[in-house]
């Protein structure tokens, strides 16, 4: 009971706590702190609630609920000093019990994805909170009916993406006219053959064709148009793949950009052009 206890002893004396219901998963309760009513009751409904947040865990392989605990607070009350000690609680920390391993095999095979299913179920911007959530480093594969899209995390943040119709980094070199095609075709020809297998952008600095700041704006772009690109696939099946966490080797020109600021960019932008089509048709209209 020492997770009740800690409870308990969190609850008291907090202003505009009324009660709190300790239960296990399975909807028994453990403790009653207050003047709670219905303490069964609230612990059945609490453990259905876990039990769904525990399916989620599984999936992305979090792990499941042991305990959980309603708390009720009287209305027009401030939230803040609850959540504030309620997250830096020492239970509060600790992370969910680890699913089982699997025996290992000591032969090199592809590993499984942690987790995988249907687009319709679940949608891009669905998976990319999830591992944001997460903080998950690894790569997300996409198999729709246009080809393959895959979008690469590290720690919840997004650092590539790419999709059937969005083009290469040389391609956005072009296009936000830092090279020229003569160009770009010596820096390929140059890649092809270099020994330290060095990134594109990477030759493109150190040949003083382009800037840090140029390459890592062709990257975002190119992340934003495949990010544009994956979000609308609703049919087809994902997988995520987890890989070992490795610190940025070329930190001025790597991306790192959080999932929720991509796709707020992106909604944005849309919404925009939207706009902007509906006023070019009522002016068009009024002619």
């Known amino acids: 009971m020492e997770i009740a206890a800690q409870l308990k002893l969190l609850l008291e004396g907090l202003s505009g706590v009324r009660d709190a219901i300790l239960c296990s998963a399975d909807g028994r309760p453990l403790q009653s702190i207050g003047i709670a009513t219905s303490v069964a009751e609230a612990a059945v409904l609490t453990a259905s609630i876990a039990s769904e947040l525990s399916r989620v865990g599984e999936l992305l392989a979090l792990g499941t609920f042991e305990k959980a605990a309603p708390v009720t607070l009287e209305r027009k009350r401030p939230v803040g000093d609850l959540e504030t000690r309620l997250s830096t609680a020492s239970w509060a920390e600790r992370k969910p019990p680890a699913a089982s391993p699997r025996p290992v095999d000591a032969s090199p095979v592809a590993r499984e994805p942690v987790f995988a299913g249907q687009l319709d179920l679940f949608c891009l ?85 382009a800037s840090a700041a140029d390459v890592r704006r062709a990257l975002v772009a190119q992340l934003q148009d495949a990010i544009r690109e994956l979000k609308d696939w609703t049919t087809g099946t994902f997988a995520f793949e987890p890989e070992p966490l490795s610190e940025p080797t070329l930190s001025e020109i790597e991306v790192e950009l959080d999932p929720q600021a991509v796709l707020l960019t992106i909604f944005k932008e849309e919404d925009e052009a939207h706009h902007g089509a509906r006023h070019a048709a009522g002016v068009d209209a009024a002619w």
């Open 125 to 209: 911007p669905d998976l990319l909170e999830f591992l944001r959530a997460g903080q998950r480093t690894g790569k997300l594969r996409m198999d729709g009916g246009a080809g393959v899209g895959v979008v690469r995390m590290r720690r919840g943040k997004v650092t590539g993406a790419s999709s059937p119709n969005v083009g290469t980094l040389g391609d956005y070199l072009i296009k936000h006219a830092v090279v020229n095609g003569e160009q770009l075709r010596g820096l390929l020809q140059e890649q092809r053959h270099d020994p330290a297998g060095k990134s594109l952008g990477r030759l493109a600095i150190d040949r003083g064709l």
